[in-house]
């Protein structure tokens, strides 16, 4: 009579072994598809970071070098491609009534309105203030 209860207890610990393994693959399936959405998002969060950082290395190199001179009058807007990013510079007199620019002032202050699409369609853009000569009156 032991030896009956020996194979059904047997049969019985086989069954439960198997639905545990289900159960520990079903787990792991769970799992691997978190660690894949994981990886895939912080893949983009990189290339994103990526492409901002070339935007903005474009921009301090075109803010350097595609910059008018401080003493020519600059024209409204320059546009142009560098390392095939497109970009656009416009220049308009700040209106700010907190700064109070005299009429015979020798610099006065020109925003600086910069525009940059990278290669991929990011895009950012960028404002500064530039003291240029005051045009002769």
Request: hydrophobic share 45%.
């Amino acid at each position: 009579m032991s030896r009956t209860l020996r194979c059904r207890s047997s049969h019985r610990d086989a069954g439960f072994a198997l639905i545990e393994q289900l159960v520990v693959i079903a787990v792991i399936a769970v799992t691997l598809a978190a660690i894949g959405s994981l990886v895939g998002s912080t893949s983009r969060g990189a290339r994103q970071v990526e492409q901002r950082m070339l935007l903005l290395q474009a921009a301090n190199s075109l803010l350097v070098s595609a910059m008018p001179s401080r003493d020519s009058s600059a024209a409204a807007e320059i546009k142009g491609e560098y390392f095939e990013h497109r970009w656009a510079m416009k220049f308009s007199p700040v209106q700010d009534s907190s700064i109070a620019v005299p009429a015979n002032a020798r610099w006065v202050p020109l925003r600086v309105e910069l525009e940059i699409r990278g290669p991929s369609g990011a895009f950012t853009r960028l404002q500064t203030i530039r003291l240029q000569k005051a045009p002769q009156q």
